[in-house]
């Protein structure tokens, strides 16, 4: 794979802003719709879209579920043991990240909360359940990569973050494999299905 860095950089540019849209909008719903309307228009346009180029022609949007409420929190991150985990890229190298702490979803289960070590920091909240293989993407979907630009809010003072399943995306080597994409570890995995966000057909 060698996408140039500029188009890369656009593609990122892109999706920090389609963010700080969704973040501005009050209503979830409506900010779900322009994220669904964003992405479909990154994904069928721009040159660093992840999709090979076989796939462009036939692309009719990405498949995404409608908007369910009971799916969206805001929950306070809470302590965990201290951990770590370091993805082989094969082309970046080797990305670790660190435990900060934990969130738990009502009648789901929970989800670790990572800390990029590397240049830049960010948090990172990947998720797998129980439709992995089977209606969402195997190695799980990302719900936070705050380093991309994937950042549906945060309280500072009260130690809370955002986290809407709704908005759960497949990484871009569901796509591709030649992007290398940290997967979700063993503390990232619901034992429930979400069967919202975007499906893996």
Same mark, same amino acid.
């Given at each position: 794979?060698?996408?140039?860095?500029?188009?890369?950089?656009?593609?990122? *540019?892109? /999706?920090?802003?389609?963010?700080?849209? /969704? *973040?501005?909008?009050?209503?979830?719903?409506?900010?779900?719709?322009?994220?669904?309307?964003?992405? !479909?228009?990154?994904?069928?346009?721009?040159?660093?879209?992840?999709?090979?180029?076989?796939?462009?022609?036939?692309?009719?949007?990405?498949?995404?579920?409608?908007?369910?409420?009971?799916?969206?929190?805001?929950?306070?991150?809470?302590?965990?043991? @201290?951990?770590?985990?370091?993805?082989? +890229?094969?082309?970046?190298?080797?990305?670790?990240?660190?435990?900060?702490?934990?969130?738990?979803?009502?009648?789901?289960?929970?989800?670790?909360?990572?800390?990029? +070590?590397?240049?830049?920091?960010?948090?990172?909240? @990947? /998720?797998? !359940?129980?439709?992995?293989?089977?209606?969402?993407?195997?190695?799980?979907?990302?719900?936070?990569?705050?380093?991309?630009?994937?950042?549906?809010?945060?309280?500072?003072?009260?130690?809370?973050?955002?986290?809407?399943?709704?908005?759960?995306?497949? @990484?871009?080597?569901?796509?591709?494999?030649?992007?290398?994409?940290?997967?979700?570890?063993?503390?990232?995995?619901?034992?429930?299905?979400?069967?919202?966000?975007?499906?893996? @057909?």
């Amino acid at each position: 794979m060698s996408i140039p860095a500029l188009e890369v950089a656009d593609w990122r *540019r892109r /999706v920090f802003a389609l963010y700080e849209e /969704v *973040r501005r909008e009050p209503d979830p719903a409506s900010a779900h719709s322009l994220w669904r309307e964003g992405r !479909d228009a990154l994904f069928r346009t721009h040159p660093a879209t992840p999709l090979l180029a076989a796939d462009r022609d036939a692309f009719a949007g990405l498949p995404v579920a409608d908007y369910d409420p009971a799916w969206r929190f805001e929950l306070p991150v809470l302590p965990a043991e @201290p951990g770590d985990f370091r993805f082989e +890229t094969g082309t970046d190298g080797t990305v670790g990240f660190e435990r900060i702490g934990l969130v738990r979803i009502p009648d789901a289960g929970s989800l670790d909360v990572w800390r990029l +070590t590397s240049y830049g920091g960010g948090l990172f909240v @990947p /998720v797998r !359940d129980a439709l992995a293989g089977r209606g969402s993407y195997g190695g799980g979907r990302y719900l936070l990569d705050t380093i991309k630009g994937a950042d549906l809010g945060s309280d500072p003072e009260r130690g809370t973050l955002v986290l809407d399943l709704n908005f759960a995306y497949n @990484p871009s080597c569901a796509y591709d494999p030649a992007w290398a994409c940290p997967l979700a570890p063993v503390g990232n995995v619901l034992p429930v299905e979400v069967p919202v966000g975007e499906r893996y @057909p």
